[in-house]
C-alpha cells in the first residue's frame, strides 16, 4: 500500500504521513502542516434570503497556499 | 439570515432604485416629447418620437435596473422589490406572513422615496409633464382591459421567476439577467396599454408624490396595478408548482 507522505516534512529532511491534501495545490500534509480553516456554508438566495447553515465546512490548506490567502503568516 | 429590518431596508433601497430610474425613466421619455403633437389618439408622448423604441428604452431601463438589484441584493433579501410577487411566494408557502408585511411596507415605502427622490432630482415638470412616471390606462384602453394586460404581463414574469430562480434545478447565475429581460420585454409590449406597471409598488410611489405635490390624481386607477398583478404572479407561481409536480 503507497501512503502519501508530508510534502512540508520531506523539504525539511523528515518523513511523516499525510492526513490531509491542500484543496488549492493538492499538497499532501501531516497534521502539524495542516491548517484547517472553518467556512461558513449558505444556503437559498433569490428570490428567498440566504441563509447560513449552523454548521461550518473545514477548508485544508497547506502552510503555502494559507500564506498566498493573506490570512497565514 | 440578515435580520426583518435588514432584510426590509434593502427592499426598501431596492424598490427605490426601480422606480427613480424605470419610472424616472418613462417622466424623462414624456418630457423630451412634451410639446410634439401626438400623431395618433393612442399616444400620449411616449412612442412620439422613437415609436416603439420609446417603450423598450423605458423597459431596458426597468430590466438593467432590476438586475442589478437583483445582484447586489438578492442574497440579503430576496430583492422581491414587488408586492405581487411577496405575495405569490407567501401564497405558496414559501414565505412567511409576518416577513411578507414587512416586505410590503418597505417596498412601498422606498417607491415612494424613489419617487421623491426623482422629482428632487428633475424638479416640478417631472410632476406636471413626466407625472414621475405613474401608470395609468392608454386612451381606449378600459379598466378591465388594463387589469388582463397587467395580469398577464405579471404572469410572464412570476413564471420565468419561478422556473429560473426558485426552482432549485435551475442553472445558477441567469436569473437576474433572464429576469430583466423579461420585464423588458413586457413593458415594451404592454407599455402603451397599461403602464405595464407588473408591480403594485412601482405605481404606488409615482401615485403619492403625484398626489402630494400637487400633481395629478390617479388613485381611481390604482385597483388596476393591485389586482392585475397579483392575480397573475399568484397563478403563476401555483400553475407552475402544479405543472412540475411529480
Known sequence: ?73 | MATLTSRSIAEGVGTALLVYFGAGAAAITLMIANGTKPATPFNIGIGQLGGLGDWFAIGITFGIVIAAVIYALGRVSGAHINPAVTIALWATKRFPSGDAIAYIIAQLAGAAVGSLLFFLTVGMDAVTIGGLGATAPFPGIGYGQAILVEAIATFVLMLVIMGVAVDTRAPQGFAGLIIGLTVAGMITMAGNISGASLNTARTFGPYLMDFLLGGSNLWSFFPIYVIGPVIGAVLAALFYDRITAE
Open chain 1, 1 to 73: 500500500m503507497i501512503i502519501m507522505k508530508c510534502y512540508v516534512c520531506a523539504k525539511e529532511g523528515k518523513e511523516s504521513d499525510a492526513v490531509a491534501v491542500c484543496v488549492a495545490c493538492g499538497m499532501g500534509t501531516c497534521m502539524k502542516h495542516t491548517i484547517r480553516k472553518e467556512v461558513d456554508v449558505w444556503e437559498g438566495g433569490y428570490p428567498l434570503p440566504s441563509r447560513k447553515l449552523p454548521k461550518k465546512m473545514p477548508r485544508m490548506l497547506c502552510p503555502d497556499c494559507n500564506a498566498a490567502y493573506g490570512d497565514g503568516t
